[in-house]
């Protein structure tokens, strides 16, 4: 890295010049294309597709420290962090402008479509996508389990809005440039680059509600360090095992629902998520994927008539293992091992829609990283 890579203030009062442009108003579900091309150099070309996010959120003039997400377009946000076109020749999309709350299926199959397309076309060779936090590891896991080939994808967001003191979106952007261009980063499927950290989309989770410091993969840990001085470290070999899925032919996912467990559990959640058309139920349990006697009978009675279930944990780390206070052979369970309760749901839904619907083959999905 250069000394004329960026220090945070300059990033930050050049973001602020970018927030005198007036915003582009974007529908939550409108798509549009920036047609703009690559410049010609020899730089990776990296796409950037944004989705909105506090990454892209102004402040909101009714209260102090509230703001808006999603309301700067991906090129603003790419114009504003200097020294980017020194990385990569960079081309933005905007694919939505929602925060990640509202993350649902269309954005996800229009992100999986525009990046394989990318990908196949040879029209970029690693794509970074700006997103809110709220959700970021659940479209950073549907992407690595949909998207094929070994180029780098990478997933950016902020904790605080681009108005704030301190905002950690220019540096994060910054760094997610840094990891995307980066030839040692093709063939580790879908990253997670914030707050100087690298971590993969199989375990990366957010664990604080504001601090910048909410991303970790508590099995593993990251895989790399980034930072504008230091460049990319990798502490990890690529070539992490990764099995891709067919994207279904159309949105929306097959219905999963996720049950939380607790104290006192009945089995009126289970039952409400059967009568709403569940085609499977991911139970957030306790401990090892446990849950109370009625609960239980009640998701040995949806296993019965075809409805998978996944036992994961409301526990923060640790793997859920088969047969142990649970007898899942017998009942026809599947165990998500390390998948938290959010992330087992997408991949019940991909597998569902892959026509995968036995438990041992469910099983084997989930346990293919062992
Ligand atoms: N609610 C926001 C979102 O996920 C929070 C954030 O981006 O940090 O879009």
């Known amino acids: 890295m250069t000394n004329d890579t960026l220090t945070s203030a300059s990033r930050r009062q050049s973001l602020i010049a970018m927030l005198s442009i007036p915003v582009i108003a974007l529908a939550a579900s409108s798509?549009?294309?920036?047609?703009?091309?690559?410049?010609?150099?020899?730089?990776?070309?990296?796409?950037?597709?944004?989705?909105?996010?506090?990454?892209?959120?102004?402040?909101?003039?009714?209260?102090?420290?509230?703001?808006?997400?999603?309301?700067?377009?991906?090129?603003?946000?790419?114009?504003?962090?200097?020294?980017?076109?020194?990385?990569a020749s960079v081309n933005a999309e905007q694919i939505s402008s929602i925060g990640s709350q509202d993350m649902n299926d269309k954005v996800w199959f229009?992100?999986?479509?525009?990046?394989?397309?990318?990908?196949?076309?040879?029209?970029?060779?690693?794509?970074?996508?700006?997103?809110?936090?709220?959700?970021l590891e659940e479209t950073a896991f549907f992407l690595d389990n949909v998207?094929?080939?070994?180029?780098?994808?990478?997933?950016?967001?902020?904790?605080r809005p681009a108005t704030a003191v301190s905002a950690d979106g220019p540096g994060n952007l910054y760094e997610a440039f840094q990891v995307a261009a980066d030839p040692r980063s093709r063939g580790r499927g879908v990253m997670a680059v914030l707050n100087?950290?690298?971590?993969?989309?199989?375990?990366?989770?957010?664990?604080?509600t504001t601090s910048v410091e909410t991303f970790m993969s508590p099995n593993d840990g990251p895989i790399g360090y980034v930072d504008t001085a230091g460049g990319v470290r990798f502490l990890a070999q690529a070539g992490a095992k990764r099995t891709t899925y067919a994207l279904p032919a159309s949105d929306p996912l097959p219905r999963v629902e996720i049950v939380y467990s607790h104290a006192n559990m009945d089995a009126i959640p289970?039952?409400?998520?059967?009568?709403?058309g569940a085609k499977g139920i991911v139970l957030a349990g306790v401990g090892d994927g446990n849950t109370s006697k009625?609960?239980?009978?009640?998701?040995?009675?949806?296993?019965?008539?075809?409805?998978?279930?996944?036992?994961?944990?409301?526990?923060?780390?640790?793997?859920?293992?088969?047969?142990?206070?649970?007898?899942?052979?017998?009942?026809?369970?599947?165990?998500?091992?390390?998948?938290?309760?959010?992330?087992?749901?997408?991949?019940?839904?991909?597998?569902?829609a892959s026509g995968v619907t036995a438990p041992a083959e469910l099983q084997k999905a989930f346990t293919a990283t062992w």
């Open 270 to 276: 289970i039952e409400d998520a059967i009568s709403h």
């Open 294 to 352: 009625p609960a239980l009978d009640a998701l040995e009675a949806a296993a019965k008539k075809g409805i998978i279930v996944v036992r994961a944990t409301r526990v923060r780390s640790g793997f859920v293992t088969r047969n142990v206070e649970v007898d899942d052979d017998k009942n026809g369970f599947v165990v998500s091992e390390d998948l938290n309760p959010q992330k087992a749901r997408v991949l019940t839904q991909l597998l569902i």
């Open 31 to 87: 798509f549009t294309i920036n047609t703009a091309a690559y410049a010609a150099d020899n730089l990776p070309r990296v796409l950037v597709l944004a989705t909105g996010g506090t990454i892209a959120g102004q402040a909101d003039p009714r209260a102090a420290g509230a703001y808006k997400s999603g309301q700067i377009t991906g090129e603003q946000l790419v114009a504003s962090v200097p020294g980017l076109d020194k990385l």
């Open 196 to 208: 100087d950290k690298i971590q993969s989309a199989r375990s990366v989770t957010k664990t604080n």
């Open 110 to 135: 229009a992100l999986a479509q525009r990046i394989q397309q990318a990908f196949d076309k040879n029209e970029a060779d690693a794509v970074v996508i700006t997103h809110g936090t709220d959700t």
């Open 147 to 159: 998207v094929k080939g070994d180029k780098p994808v990478v997933i950016v967001g902020s904790m």
